[in-house]
């Protein structure tokens, strides 16, 4: 019995360990984020097509321009199709060269020059964290 309730013990307290908290679960969408923008900015260079991200709380999406049909979501790429954050997570701001975006956050990658600084910010629970796109 004492075996078992030692066992029931560890078992609680390696699940607590490895269970992520709220600051190591935004890291990693912030990473995860971040390597998505930079792809994005990649690709619409190496396609000749424009590739725009846009956000609001809970969710994001990268869209790409065509001639027919204007902006459209990216359904043919697996790494940027339309991502749900994590519960908990959420975009909070979008700032286009330090200035709080105007309308909906939306950020466009242009095909050919350079794209415009921003950052984004994430947060859970009391963690923050922001992801930082120079053109440099």
């Known amino acids: 019995m004492v075996v078992v309730v030692i066992m029931g013990m560890i ?9 992520p908290d709220d600051r190591s679960l935004l890291n990693v969408e912030a990473q995860r ?11 619409a260079r190496v396609s000749g097509v424009a590739i725009a991200w846009t956000a609001d709380a809970g969710t994001y999406q990268f869209q790409q321009l065509t001639e027919e049909l204007g902006w459209i979501a990216i359904r043919n790429n697996d790494a940027l199709r339309s991502r749900q954050l994590p519960q908990g997570i959420t975009i909070s701001s979008l ?13 466009e990658f242009p095909a050919y020059g350079q794209t415009t600084a921003f950052t984004v910010e994430l947060h859970n629970g009391n963690a923050r964290n922001q992801v930082v796109v120079s053109p440099i």
């Open 11 to 19: 078992v609680g307290l390696v699940s607590v360990m490895v269970e």
């Open 33 to 43: 984020l971040a390597q998505l923008l930079d792809l994005a900015a990649a690709e």
């Open 95 to 107: 700032l286009i060269e330090n200035s709080l975006a105007a309308e909906a956050m939306r950020v």
